[in-house]
Protein backbone atom coordinates (compact mmCIF):
# COMPACT_ATOMS: atom_id res chain seq x y z
CA UNK A 1 0.00 0.00 0.00
CA UNK A 2 1.32 3.47 -0.62
CA UNK A 3 2.82 5.44 2.01
CA UNK A 4 2.43 8.83 0.93
CA UNK A 5 -0.85 9.41 -1.10
CA UNK A 6 -1.37 13.17 -2.72
CA UNK A 7 -4.98 13.96 -3.01
CA UNK A 8 -5.88 17.49 -5.05
CA UNK A 9 -9.71 18.20 -3.96
CA UNK A 10 -12.29 20.90 -4.29
CA UNK A 11 -15.74 20.54 -2.76
CA UNK A 12 -17.73 17.97 -1.93
CA UNK A 13 -17.42 14.87 -4.33
CA UNK A 14 -13.46 15.52 -3.76
CA UNK A 15 -13.60 15.48 -0.24
CA UNK A 16 -15.60 12.26 -0.13
CA UNK A 17 -12.78 10.77 -1.77
CA UNK A 18 -10.36 12.40 -0.05
CA UNK A 19 -11.98 10.97 3.27
CA UNK A 20 -12.15 7.48 1.99
CA UNK A 21 -8.18 7.89 1.33
CA UNK A 22 -7.71 9.44 5.13
CA UNK A 23 -9.61 6.39 6.67
CA UNK A 24 -8.02 3.24 4.37
CA UNK A 25 -4.49 4.65 4.65
CA UNK A 26 -2.72 5.45 8.33
CA UNK A 27 -3.76 8.30 9.50
CA UNK A 28 -0.42 10.63 8.80
CA UNK A 29 -0.19 9.43 5.04
CA UNK A 30 -2.53 11.33 3.57
CA UNK A 31 -2.05 14.94 2.59
CA UNK A 32 -4.75 17.09 0.50
CA UNK A 33 -4.28 20.23 -1.38
CA UNK A 34 -7.05 22.04 -1.69
CA UNK A 35 -8.58 24.57 -4.11
CA UNK A 36 -8.60 28.17 -2.77
CA UNK A 37 -9.62 29.88 -6.07
CA UNK A 38 -12.84 30.07 -4.68
CA UNK A 39 -12.23 31.48 -1.46
CA UNK A 40 -13.49 35.19 -1.26
CA UNK A 41 -14.44 37.93 1.67
CA UNK A 42 -18.14 37.84 3.18
CA UNK A 43 -18.52 40.46 6.04
CA UNK A 44 -15.37 40.54 6.59
CA UNK A 45 -14.77 37.43 7.02
CA UNK A 46 -11.97 35.02 5.22
CA UNK A 47 -14.07 32.53 3.36
CA UNK A 48 -12.78 29.58 2.19
CA UNK A 49 -15.26 26.80 1.20
CA UNK A 50 -13.65 24.07 0.18
CA UNK A 51 -10.98 24.06 2.58
CA UNK A 52 -13.83 23.80 4.98
CA UNK A 53 -15.67 21.42 3.00
CA UNK A 54 -12.59 18.71 3.01
CA UNK A 55 -11.99 19.95 6.97
CA UNK A 56 -15.71 19.15 8.09
CA UNK A 57 -15.78 15.73 5.97
CA UNK A 58 -12.05 14.45 7.59
CA UNK A 59 -13.46 14.98 11.15
CA UNK A 60 -16.82 13.67 10.77
CA UNK A 61 -18.63 16.74 11.15
CA UNK A 62 -19.58 17.20 7.72
CA UNK A 63 -23.09 18.09 6.85
CA UNK A 64 -24.59 14.55 6.08
CA UNK A 65 -27.40 15.57 3.25
CA UNK A 66 -25.76 18.77 1.43
CA UNK A 67 -21.85 17.37 2.06
CA UNK A 68 -20.92 21.22 3.12
CA UNK A 69 -21.04 22.82 6.10
CA UNK A 70 -21.36 21.15 9.41
CA UNK A 71 -24.12 18.78 10.78
CA UNK A 72 -26.62 20.35 12.68
CA UNK A 73 -26.16 24.37 11.84
CA UNK A 74 -28.43 26.92 12.02
CA UNK A 75 -28.81 30.00 10.17
CA UNK A 76 -29.21 32.00 13.27
CA UNK A 77 -27.11 34.99 12.18
CA UNK A 78 -27.84 35.07 8.74
CA UNK A 79 -31.52 35.36 9.59
CA UNK A 80 -30.40 38.53 11.93
CA UNK A 81 -28.42 39.74 8.75
CA UNK A 82 -32.11 39.80 6.91
CA UNK A 83 -33.28 41.86 10.08
CA UNK A 84 -30.97 44.54 9.44
CA UNK A 85 -31.64 44.38 5.33
CA UNK A 86 -28.98 42.50 4.38
CA UNK A 87 -29.58 40.40 1.53
CA UNK A 88 -27.49 37.46 2.76
CA UNK A 89 -27.06 35.39 -0.41
CA UNK A 90 -24.58 33.50 1.02
CA UNK A 91 -25.92 31.33 3.96
CA UNK A 92 -23.26 31.13 6.44
CA UNK A 93 -23.80 28.69 9.24
CA UNK A 94 -23.57 29.70 12.63
CA UNK A 95 -21.07 27.25 14.22
CA UNK A 96 -19.29 27.57 10.59
CA UNK A 97 -18.88 31.08 11.37
CA UNK A 98 -16.07 29.54 14.25
CA UNK A 99 -14.00 28.24 11.54
CA UNK A 100 -14.17 31.54 9.53
CA UNK A 101 -13.27 33.74 12.51
CA UNK A 102 -10.47 31.56 13.80
CA UNK A 103 -8.84 31.97 10.50
CA UNK A 104 -9.92 35.68 9.63
CA UNK A 105 -8.31 36.66 12.96
CA UNK A 106 -5.51 34.34 12.26
CA UNK A 107 -4.77 35.75 8.85
CA UNK A 108 -4.95 39.55 10.23
CA UNK A 109 -2.35 38.47 12.81
CA UNK A 110 -0.09 37.70 10.15
CA UNK A 111 -0.11 34.09 9.99
CA UNK A 112 0.05 32.18 6.60
CA UNK A 113 -3.29 30.42 5.53
CA UNK A 114 -1.57 26.86 5.21
CA UNK A 115 0.06 26.86 8.64
CA UNK A 116 -3.84 28.12 9.90
CA UNK A 117 -5.25 25.43 7.93
CA UNK A 118 -3.31 22.91 9.55
CA UNK A 119 -3.75 24.03 13.42
CA UNK A 120 -7.53 23.95 12.78
CA UNK A 121 -7.08 20.47 11.30
CA UNK A 122 -5.06 19.62 14.28
CA UNK A 123 -7.33 20.93 16.89
CA UNK A 124 -10.42 18.71 14.75
CA UNK A 125 -8.29 15.84 15.40
CA UNK A 126 -7.59 15.14 11.92
CA UNK A 127 -4.26 13.29 11.19
CA UNK A 128 -3.75 14.54 7.63
CA UNK A 129 -2.15 17.20 6.19
CA UNK A 130 -4.48 19.68 5.15
CA UNK A 131 -3.08 22.46 2.36
CA UNK A 132 -4.34 24.92 0.32
CA UNK A 133 -3.12 25.32 -2.90
CA UNK A 134 -1.19 28.79 -2.38
CA UNK A 135 -1.27 31.21 0.96
CA UNK A 136 -0.86 33.78 -2.28
CA UNK A 137 -4.53 34.76 -3.67
CA UNK A 138 -5.99 33.30 -6.26
CA UNK A 139 -9.45 33.80 -7.56
CA UNK A 140 -11.33 31.63 -10.09
CA UNK A 141 -13.46 34.57 -12.16
CA UNK A 142 -16.32 33.78 -14.25
CA UNK A 143 -17.34 35.74 -17.02
CA UNK A 144 -20.52 35.47 -18.13
CA UNK A 145 -23.18 36.10 -21.10
CA UNK A 146 -25.79 37.88 -18.51
CA UNK A 147 -23.69 39.72 -15.68
CA UNK A 148 -20.18 40.06 -17.13
CA UNK A 149 -17.61 38.52 -14.81
CA UNK A 150 -18.56 37.39 -11.57
CA UNK A 151 -16.48 36.37 -8.41
CA UNK A 152 -17.31 32.52 -8.39
CA UNK A 153 -19.37 32.59 -4.97
CA UNK A 154 -21.29 35.10 -6.54
CA UNK A 155 -21.73 32.65 -9.87
CA UNK A 156 -21.94 29.50 -7.61
CA UNK A 157 -24.39 30.56 -4.91
CA UNK A 158 -26.02 33.82 -5.61
CA UNK A 159 -26.64 32.86 -9.00
CA UNK A 160 -26.81 29.02 -8.38
CA UNK A 161 -24.41 28.36 -11.38
CA UNK A 162 -27.52 29.29 -13.76
CA UNK A 163 -25.61 32.04 -15.94
CA UNK A 164 -24.01 30.90 -19.40
CA UNK A 165 -20.45 30.72 -19.23
CA UNK A 166 -18.10 32.19 -22.04
CA UNK A 167 -14.52 31.98 -19.71
CA UNK A 168 -12.98 31.16 -16.31
CA UNK A 169 -10.11 33.18 -15.29
CA UNK A 170 -8.11 32.19 -12.24
CA UNK A 171 -6.52 35.91 -11.32
CA UNK A 172 -3.32 36.10 -9.27
CA UNK A 173 -2.66 32.24 -10.37
CA UNK A 174 0.20 33.57 -12.24
CA UNK A 175 2.22 35.18 -9.60
CA UNK A 176 0.75 32.23 -6.42
CA UNK A 177 3.46 29.98 -5.23
CA UNK A 178 2.43 26.78 -4.09
CA UNK A 179 1.53 26.56 -0.14
CA UNK A 180 4.74 24.91 1.89
CA UNK A 181 4.63 21.38 2.11
CA UNK A 182 2.95 20.96 -1.41
CA UNK A 183 5.65 20.59 -3.87
CA UNK A 184 7.61 18.24 -1.18
CA UNK A 185 4.38 16.22 -0.87
CA UNK A 186 4.10 15.81 -4.55
CA UNK A 187 7.84 14.85 -4.79
CA UNK A 188 7.88 12.16 -1.97
CA UNK A 189 4.47 10.83 -3.20
CA UNK A 190 3.57 7.37 -3.95
CA UNK A 191 0.47 7.81 -5.09
CA UNK A 192 -1.14 11.32 -6.68
CA UNK A 193 -5.10 11.19 -6.59
CA UNK A 194 -7.16 14.07 -8.24
CA UNK A 195 -10.28 13.93 -6.76
CA UNK A 196 -13.76 13.89 -8.50
CA UNK A 197 -13.93 17.67 -8.30
CA UNK A 198 -14.84 19.80 -10.68
CA UNK A 199 -12.13 20.28 -13.25
CA UNK A 200 -12.30 23.55 -14.48
CA UNK A 201 -13.53 25.06 -11.41
CA UNK A 202 -12.17 23.07 -8.21
CA UNK A 203 -8.83 21.23 -9.70
CA UNK A 204 -7.65 23.90 -12.69
CA UNK A 205 -7.20 26.76 -10.17
CA UNK A 206 -4.45 24.05 -8.75
CA UNK A 207 -3.23 23.51 -11.77
CA UNK A 208 -2.55 26.99 -12.57
CA UNK A 209 0.08 27.18 -10.37
CA UNK A 210 2.94 26.63 -12.02
CA UNK A 211 5.18 24.97 -9.72
CA UNK A 212 2.71 22.70 -8.94
CA UNK A 213 1.98 21.82 -12.67
CA UNK A 214 5.54 21.37 -13.30
CA UNK A 215 5.76 19.03 -10.53
CA UNK A 216 2.56 16.55 -11.40
CA UNK A 217 4.41 16.74 -14.89
CA UNK A 218 7.82 15.43 -13.27
CA UNK A 219 6.01 13.20 -11.13
CA UNK A 220 7.24 9.64 -10.43
CA UNK A 221 4.67 8.60 -8.89
CA UNK A 222 1.15 8.13 -10.70
CA UNK A 223 -1.41 10.41 -10.79
CA UNK A 224 -4.63 9.09 -10.86
CA UNK A 225 -8.24 10.87 -11.21
CA UNK A 226 -11.69 9.29 -10.74
CA UNK A 227 -14.56 10.87 -13.11
CA UNK A 228 -16.58 13.77 -11.63
CA UNK A 229 -19.00 12.97 -14.65
CA UNK A 230 -21.31 9.97 -14.96
CA UNK A 231 -23.15 8.85 -18.07
CA UNK A 232 -22.75 12.65 -18.99
CA UNK A 233 -23.52 14.06 -15.65
CA UNK A 234 -22.12 15.94 -12.47
CA UNK A 235 -23.20 14.09 -9.48
CA UNK A 236 -23.40 17.29 -8.05
CA UNK A 237 -22.61 21.11 -9.33
CA UNK A 238 -21.98 22.88 -12.24
CA UNK A 239 -19.27 20.44 -14.31
CA UNK A 240 -20.88 19.36 -17.23
CA UNK A 241 -23.16 22.61 -18.00
CA UNK A 242 -20.24 24.21 -17.67
CA UNK A 243 -18.04 21.72 -19.64
CA UNK A 244 -20.31 21.61 -22.45
CA UNK A 245 -20.68 25.78 -22.09
CA UNK A 246 -16.75 25.80 -22.46
CA UNK A 247 -16.96 23.65 -25.47
CA UNK A 248 -15.38 20.58 -23.47
CA UNK A 249 -17.03 17.04 -24.20
CA UNK A 250 -19.04 16.54 -20.94
CA UNK A 251 -18.34 13.25 -20.06
CA UNK A 252 -16.03 11.22 -18.82
CA UNK A 253 -13.55 11.31 -21.39
CA UNK A 254 -13.95 14.48 -21.67
CA UNK A 255 -12.63 15.21 -18.49
CA UNK A 256 -9.68 12.05 -18.96
CA UNK A 257 -9.02 14.72 -22.30
CA UNK A 258 -8.57 17.55 -20.37
CA UNK A 259 -6.03 16.34 -17.86
CA UNK A 260 -4.39 14.49 -20.53
CA UNK A 261 -0.75 13.33 -19.97
CA UNK A 262 -1.47 14.23 -16.13
CA UNK A 263 -2.59 11.18 -15.58
CA UNK A 264 -1.71 7.43 -15.51
CA UNK A 265 -4.85 6.06 -14.84
CA UNK A 266 -8.46 7.64 -15.30
CA UNK A 267 -11.17 5.74 -12.70
CA UNK A 268 -14.78 5.93 -14.75
CA UNK A 269 -18.26 4.71 -13.51
CA UNK A 270 -19.63 1.44 -14.44
CA UNK A 271 -22.54 3.20 -16.20
CA UNK A 272 -19.10 4.60 -18.87
CA UNK A 273 -17.79 1.46 -19.39
CA UNK A 274 -19.08 1.47 -23.31
CA UNK A 275 -16.49 4.73 -23.14
CA UNK A 276 -13.26 3.04 -22.02
CA UNK A 277 -11.90 3.24 -25.72
CA UNK A 278 -12.40 7.01 -25.68
CA UNK A 279 -9.74 7.61 -23.46
CA UNK A 280 -6.62 7.91 -24.15
CA UNK A 281 -4.84 6.86 -20.14
CA UNK A 282 -5.74 3.68 -18.67
CA UNK A 283 -9.21 2.96 -17.34
CA UNK A 284 -10.60 1.22 -14.31
CA UNK A 285 -14.42 0.67 -14.10
CA UNK A 286 -15.96 0.69 -10.93
CA UNK A 287 -18.95 2.10 -8.76
CA UNK A 288 -17.80 5.55 -8.33
CA UNK A 289 -20.95 6.92 -6.50
CA UNK A 290 -19.94 7.22 -3.27
CA UNK A 291 -23.34 7.22 -1.00
CA UNK A 292 -21.46 6.42 2.50
CA UNK A 293 -18.66 6.49 4.67
CA UNK A 294 -17.83 2.17 3.25
CA UNK A 295 -18.53 3.53 -0.35
CA UNK A 296 -15.55 6.03 0.06
CA UNK A 297 -13.06 3.68 1.62
CA UNK A 298 -14.12 1.02 -0.74
CA UNK A 299 -13.43 3.43 -3.95
CA UNK A 300 -10.55 4.56 -1.99
CA UNK A 301 -8.54 1.32 -2.09
CA UNK A 302 -9.03 0.35 -5.37
CA UNK A 303 -7.21 3.48 -5.77
CA UNK A 304 -4.29 2.53 -3.63
CA UNK A 305 -4.33 -0.74 -4.98
CA UNK A 306 -4.24 0.39 -8.39
CA UNK A 307 -1.56 3.02 -7.88
CA UNK A 308 0.75 -0.19 -6.10
CA UNK A 309 0.00 -2.33 -8.98
CA UNK A 310 0.99 0.76 -11.44
CA UNK A 311 4.41 1.07 -9.71
CA UNK A 312 5.24 -2.64 -9.30
CA UNK A 313 4.98 -2.76 -12.60
CA UNK A 314 6.79 0.02 -13.67
CA UNK A 315 4.20 1.10 -16.07
CA UNK A 316 4.31 4.21 -15.02
CA UNK A 317 4.47 7.31 -17.85
CA UNK A 318 5.78 4.59 -20.46
CA UNK A 319 8.91 3.15 -18.12
CA UNK B 1 -42.60 68.13 27.39
CA UNK B 2 -39.17 68.54 26.79
CA UNK B 3 -38.68 68.16 23.00
CA UNK B 4 -34.76 66.99 23.07
CA UNK B 5 -33.26 64.79 25.90
CA UNK B 6 -30.32 63.65 26.20
CA UNK B 7 -29.65 60.23 28.25
CA UNK B 8 -26.08 58.69 29.13
CA UNK B 9 -26.61 55.31 29.42
CA UNK B 10 -24.26 52.12 30.16
CA UNK B 11 -25.70 48.57 30.50
CA UNK B 12 -29.42 46.86 30.85
CA UNK B 13 -30.54 49.19 33.38
CA UNK B 14 -29.64 52.31 31.31
CA UNK B 15 -30.90 50.78 28.08
CA UNK B 16 -33.80 50.39 30.04
CA UNK B 17 -34.84 53.79 31.10
CA UNK B 18 -33.67 55.40 27.25
CA UNK B 19 -36.53 52.77 26.28
CA UNK B 20 -38.56 54.38 28.47
CA UNK B 21 -37.90 57.57 27.41
CA UNK B 22 -38.07 56.29 23.71
CA UNK B 23 -41.23 55.53 24.07
CA UNK B 24 -42.64 58.26 26.01
CA UNK B 25 -41.41 60.61 23.70
CA UNK B 26 -41.74 61.86 20.01
CA UNK B 27 -39.83 59.08 18.53
CA UNK B 28 -37.04 61.49 17.27
CA UNK B 29 -36.78 63.19 20.43
CA UNK B 30 -34.12 61.44 22.48
CA UNK B 31 -30.55 61.22 22.34
CA UNK B 32 -28.64 58.37 23.70
CA UNK B 33 -24.72 58.38 24.50
CA UNK B 34 -23.71 55.21 25.65
CA UNK B 35 -20.38 53.96 27.39
CA UNK B 36 -18.04 52.21 24.90
CA UNK B 37 -15.44 51.77 27.76
CA UNK B 38 -16.59 48.37 27.83
CA UNK B 39 -16.11 47.54 24.29
CA UNK B 40 -12.76 44.80 22.99
CA UNK B 41 -11.81 43.09 20.55
CA UNK B 42 -12.80 39.17 20.58
CA UNK B 43 -12.19 36.71 17.32
CA UNK B 44 -11.30 39.66 15.80
CA UNK B 45 -14.72 41.30 16.14
CA UNK B 46 -15.15 44.37 17.32
CA UNK B 47 -17.62 43.94 20.52
CA UNK B 48 -19.46 47.01 21.77
CA UNK B 49 -21.57 45.28 24.84
CA UNK B 50 -23.42 48.70 25.57
CA UNK B 51 -23.77 50.21 22.75
CA UNK B 52 -25.39 46.66 21.39
CA UNK B 53 -27.29 46.76 24.85
CA UNK B 54 -29.33 49.66 23.58
CA UNK B 55 -29.58 48.96 20.40
CA UNK B 56 -31.59 45.78 21.31
CA UNK B 57 -33.54 47.40 23.64
CA UNK B 58 -34.93 49.93 21.82
CA UNK B 59 -35.07 47.80 18.45
CA UNK B 60 -37.28 45.69 21.14
CA UNK B 61 -35.04 42.90 20.31
CA UNK B 62 -33.38 42.35 23.82
CA UNK B 63 -33.35 38.97 26.02
CA UNK B 64 -36.57 39.61 27.72
CA UNK B 65 -34.67 37.92 30.45
CA UNK B 66 -31.06 38.91 30.87
CA UNK B 67 -31.61 42.60 29.36
CA UNK B 68 -28.53 42.03 26.95
CA UNK B 69 -28.03 40.13 23.95
CA UNK B 70 -31.00 38.98 21.35
CA UNK B 71 -34.25 37.08 22.44
CA UNK B 72 -34.30 33.59 21.18
CA UNK B 73 -30.70 33.60 20.31
CA UNK B 74 -28.39 30.34 20.59
CA UNK B 75 -24.83 29.70 21.06
CA UNK B 76 -23.90 27.34 18.12
CA UNK B 77 -21.05 29.32 16.85
CA UNK B 78 -19.32 29.23 20.71
CA UNK B 79 -20.09 25.45 21.18
CA UNK B 80 -17.93 24.98 17.63
CA UNK B 81 -15.55 27.63 19.59
CA UNK B 82 -14.99 24.88 21.96
CA UNK B 83 -14.86 21.91 20.22
CA UNK B 84 -11.54 23.52 18.37
CA UNK B 85 -10.67 23.72 22.19
CA UNK B 86 -11.45 27.20 22.67
CA UNK B 87 -11.80 28.39 26.31
CA UNK B 88 -14.76 30.30 24.78
CA UNK B 89 -15.13 32.76 27.91
CA UNK B 90 -17.26 35.20 25.96
CA UNK B 91 -20.90 34.27 25.15
CA UNK B 92 -21.62 35.69 21.51
CA UNK B 93 -24.94 35.18 20.40
CA UNK B 94 -25.21 33.47 16.95
CA UNK B 95 -27.58 36.69 16.09
CA UNK B 96 -25.48 38.63 18.13
CA UNK B 97 -22.42 38.01 15.09
CA UNK B 98 -24.39 39.67 13.03
CA UNK B 99 -24.04 42.54 14.73
CA UNK B 100 -20.80 42.65 15.40
CA UNK B 101 -19.73 40.99 11.87
CA UNK B 102 -21.12 44.20 10.08
CA UNK B 103 -19.67 46.72 12.57
CA UNK B 104 -16.37 44.91 12.51
CA UNK B 105 -16.64 45.33 8.33
CA UNK B 106 -17.78 48.96 8.41
CA UNK B 107 -14.59 49.77 10.99
CA UNK B 108 -12.37 47.93 8.78
CA UNK B 109 -13.79 50.24 5.76
CA UNK B 110 -12.87 53.30 7.56
CA UNK B 111 -16.35 54.49 8.87
CA UNK B 112 -16.34 55.90 12.61
CA UNK B 113 -17.81 54.60 14.94
CA UNK B 114 -21.25 56.67 15.55
CA UNK B 115 -21.65 56.73 12.01
CA UNK B 116 -21.55 52.31 11.88
CA UNK B 117 -24.13 52.58 15.39
CA UNK B 118 -26.90 54.87 13.54
CA UNK B 119 -26.92 52.76 10.47
CA UNK B 120 -27.48 49.68 12.32
CA UNK B 121 -30.11 51.85 14.46
CA UNK B 122 -31.83 52.74 11.42
CA UNK B 123 -31.80 49.50 9.90
CA UNK B 124 -33.24 48.25 12.89
CA UNK B 125 -35.90 51.04 12.84
CA UNK B 126 -35.01 52.87 15.46
CA UNK B 127 -35.83 56.53 15.62
CA UNK B 128 -34.46 57.81 18.61
CA UNK B 129 -30.14 58.92 17.75
CA UNK B 130 -27.72 56.34 19.26
CA UNK B 131 -24.20 57.62 19.73
CA UNK B 132 -21.09 55.90 21.64
CA UNK B 133 -19.74 58.79 23.85
CA UNK B 134 -16.72 58.97 21.32
CA UNK B 135 -15.31 57.49 18.09
CA UNK B 136 -12.03 57.08 19.88
CA UNK B 137 -10.68 54.26 21.83
CA UNK B 138 -10.98 54.06 25.57
CA UNK B 139 -10.67 50.98 27.44
CA UNK B 140 -12.12 50.74 31.38
CA UNK B 141 -8.89 48.58 32.86
CA UNK B 142 -9.96 46.73 36.03
CA UNK B 143 -7.07 47.00 38.39
CA UNK B 144 -8.00 43.84 40.87
CA UNK B 145 -6.05 42.70 43.69
CA UNK B 146 -5.97 38.63 42.71
CA UNK B 147 -5.25 39.36 38.92
CA UNK B 148 -3.95 42.94 38.73
CA UNK B 149 -4.79 44.78 35.61
CA UNK B 150 -7.71 43.05 33.59
CA UNK B 151 -9.50 44.27 30.61
CA UNK B 152 -12.67 44.95 31.72
CA UNK B 153 -14.64 42.08 30.12
CA UNK B 154 -11.90 40.00 31.52
CA UNK B 155 -13.00 41.22 35.06
CA UNK B 156 -16.79 41.75 33.98
CA UNK B 157 -17.37 38.16 32.31
CA UNK B 158 -14.97 36.19 32.66
CA UNK B 159 -14.37 36.32 36.52
CA UNK B 160 -17.78 37.13 36.68
CA UNK B 161 -17.25 40.35 38.38
CA UNK B 162 -15.54 38.47 41.53
CA UNK B 163 -12.01 39.88 42.01
CA UNK B 164 -11.63 42.89 44.19
CA UNK B 165 -11.24 46.31 42.42
CA UNK B 166 -8.28 48.32 43.85
CA UNK B 167 -8.76 51.03 40.80
CA UNK B 168 -10.10 51.92 37.64
CA UNK B 169 -8.36 53.23 34.62
CA UNK B 170 -10.19 55.09 31.47
CA UNK B 171 -7.27 54.19 28.91
CA UNK B 172 -7.16 56.72 26.21
CA UNK B 173 -9.93 59.03 27.74
CA UNK B 174 -7.23 62.10 28.01
CA UNK B 175 -7.14 62.15 24.72
CA UNK B 176 -10.98 61.13 22.78
CA UNK B 177 -13.50 63.15 21.47
CA UNK B 178 -16.63 63.36 22.05
CA UNK B 179 -18.44 61.80 19.20
CA UNK B 180 -19.75 64.03 16.39
CA UNK B 181 -23.43 64.95 17.52
CA UNK B 182 -22.78 64.53 21.51
CA UNK B 183 -21.87 68.03 22.21
CA UNK B 184 -24.40 69.54 20.21
CA UNK B 185 -26.94 67.03 21.92
CA UNK B 186 -25.86 68.18 25.30
CA UNK B 187 -25.80 71.83 24.20
CA UNK B 188 -29.66 71.88 22.62
CA UNK B 189 -31.49 69.34 25.06
CA UNK B 190 -34.10 70.42 27.31
CA UNK B 191 -33.36 67.53 29.58
CA UNK B 192 -30.25 65.59 30.40
CA UNK B 193 -31.09 62.39 32.10
CA UNK B 194 -27.84 60.23 33.42
CA UNK B 195 -29.53 56.25 33.36
CA UNK B 196 -29.59 54.25 36.36
CA UNK B 197 -25.83 52.67 35.00
CA UNK B 198 -22.95 51.75 37.01
CA UNK B 199 -21.43 55.05 37.95
CA UNK B 200 -18.07 54.02 37.99
CA UNK B 201 -17.96 51.33 35.09
CA UNK B 202 -20.54 52.84 33.12
CA UNK B 203 -21.15 56.87 33.38
CA UNK B 204 -18.06 57.71 34.22
CA UNK B 205 -15.85 56.41 31.03
CA UNK B 206 -18.81 58.97 29.31
CA UNK B 207 -17.50 61.64 31.90
CA UNK B 208 -13.79 60.91 31.66
CA UNK B 209 -14.05 62.85 28.12
CA UNK B 210 -13.05 65.87 29.29
CA UNK B 211 -15.33 67.79 26.15
CA UNK B 212 -18.45 65.73 27.64
CA UNK B 213 -17.89 66.26 31.42
CA UNK B 214 -17.22 70.24 30.57
CA UNK B 215 -20.59 70.32 28.03
CA UNK B 216 -22.21 68.85 31.45
CA UNK B 217 -20.91 71.82 33.98
CA UNK B 218 -22.32 74.02 31.55
CA UNK B 219 -25.71 72.76 30.88
CA UNK B 220 -28.11 74.87 30.22
CA UNK B 221 -30.99 72.11 30.49
CA UNK B 222 -31.47 70.31 34.02
CA UNK B 223 -29.84 67.09 34.77
CA UNK B 224 -31.26 64.20 36.54
CA UNK B 225 -30.53 60.90 37.96
CA UNK B 226 -32.00 57.78 38.66
CA UNK B 227 -30.30 55.47 41.46
CA UNK B 228 -28.46 52.43 40.12
CA UNK B 229 -28.60 51.42 43.67
CA UNK B 230 -31.43 50.46 46.10
CA UNK B 231 -31.63 49.77 49.51
CA UNK B 232 -27.70 49.38 49.22
CA UNK B 233 -27.81 46.96 46.31
CA UNK B 234 -27.41 46.82 42.33
CA UNK B 235 -30.19 45.18 40.96
CA UNK B 236 -27.97 43.74 38.49
CA UNK B 237 -24.24 44.05 38.10
CA UNK B 238 -21.56 44.90 40.40
CA UNK B 239 -22.51 48.49 41.25
CA UNK B 240 -22.45 48.14 45.02
CA UNK B 241 -19.46 46.26 45.29
CA UNK B 242 -17.38 47.71 43.25
CA UNK B 243 -18.35 51.00 45.15
CA UNK B 244 -17.57 50.04 47.96
CA UNK B 245 -14.06 48.34 47.61
CA UNK B 246 -13.55 51.88 45.77
CA UNK B 247 -14.47 53.56 49.80
CA UNK B 248 -17.59 55.04 48.47
CA UNK B 249 -20.46 54.45 50.15
CA UNK B 250 -22.62 52.22 48.53
CA UNK B 251 -25.97 53.83 48.62
CA UNK B 252 -28.03 55.73 46.81
CA UNK B 253 -26.86 59.03 48.65
CA UNK B 254 -23.40 57.95 47.52
CA UNK B 255 -24.18 57.79 44.03
CA UNK B 256 -25.93 61.21 44.48
CA UNK B 257 -22.56 62.63 46.34
CA UNK B 258 -20.32 60.78 43.20
CA UNK B 259 -21.90 63.26 40.58
CA UNK B 260 -22.17 65.78 42.55
CA UNK B 261 -22.86 69.41 41.42
CA UNK B 262 -23.61 67.60 37.65
CA UNK B 263 -26.74 66.69 38.63
CA UNK B 264 -30.08 68.80 39.24
CA UNK B 265 -31.96 66.29 40.82
CA UNK B 266 -32.06 62.61 41.64
CA UNK B 267 -34.54 59.73 41.90
CA UNK B 268 -34.29 57.42 44.71
CA UNK B 269 -36.43 54.05 45.02
CA UNK B 270 -39.36 53.95 47.91
CA UNK B 271 -36.98 51.90 49.73
CA UNK B 272 -34.60 54.94 49.82
CA UNK B 273 -36.98 57.66 51.22
CA UNK B 274 -35.76 58.05 54.57
CA UNK B 275 -31.45 58.57 53.11
CA UNK B 276 -33.33 61.76 51.14
CA UNK B 277 -31.93 64.05 53.67
CA UNK B 278 -28.34 62.62 53.31
CA UNK B 279 -28.81 63.66 49.49
CA UNK B 280 -27.56 66.96 48.64
CA UNK B 281 -29.46 67.71 45.46
CA UNK B 282 -33.26 67.90 44.59
CA UNK B 283 -34.47 64.48 45.51
CA UNK B 284 -37.73 62.74 43.78
CA UNK B 285 -38.58 59.07 45.59
CA UNK B 286 -40.28 56.47 43.38
CA UNK B 287 -40.59 52.80 42.61
CA UNK B 288 -37.27 52.73 40.09
CA UNK B 289 -37.63 49.08 39.61
CA UNK B 290 -38.15 48.52 36.04
CA UNK B 291 -39.74 45.01 35.54
CA UNK B 292 -41.52 45.53 32.41
CA UNK B 293 -42.52 48.19 29.53
CA UNK B 294 -45.16 49.78 31.42
CA UNK B 295 -42.63 50.57 34.34
CA UNK B 296 -40.28 52.31 31.96
CA UNK B 297 -42.73 54.63 30.57
CA UNK B 298 -44.34 55.46 33.73
CA UNK B 299 -40.44 56.38 35.37
CA UNK B 300 -39.56 58.18 31.98
CA UNK B 301 -42.19 60.04 32.37
CA UNK B 302 -42.28 61.14 35.88
CA UNK B 303 -38.63 62.60 34.45
CA UNK B 304 -39.81 64.26 31.25
CA UNK B 305 -42.47 66.15 34.13
CA UNK B 306 -39.96 66.39 36.67
CA UNK B 307 -37.23 68.32 34.29
CA UNK B 308 -40.17 70.11 32.42
CA UNK B 309 -41.02 71.45 36.08
CA UNK B 310 -37.43 72.22 37.03
CA UNK B 311 -37.34 74.20 33.83
CA UNK B 312 -40.67 76.48 33.90
CA UNK B 313 -39.06 77.45 37.68
CA UNK B 314 -36.07 78.57 36.18
CA UNK B 315 -34.71 77.03 39.49
CA UNK B 316 -32.08 75.15 37.89
CA UNK B 317 -28.72 75.64 38.96
CA UNK B 318 -29.33 78.49 41.47
CA UNK B 319 -31.05 80.81 38.93
Redesign the interface.
Known amino acids: MPRRVVALAGGVGGAKLADGLYRALPSDALTVVVNTGDDFRK???YVSPDLDTVLYTLAG?AHPVNGWG?AD??R??????K????EAWFGL???????N??R??AL?NGQPLSVITQD?AR??GIGATLLPMSDDQVATIVDTVEYGSQNFQEYFVRFRWQPVVKRLEYRGSESAAPAPGVLEALESADLIVICPSNPVLSIEPILQIRQIREALQNRRAPCLCVSPIIAGSALKGPAAKLMAELGMRATAAGVADYYGDLLDGFVIDDADHASSQDISTRVWVSNIVMRDAGDRIRLASELLAWGTELRRGSEVRGQ
Do not use: V
Open positions: YGLLLDTQMIEMMLYGDGDKDLATLLTEALRL
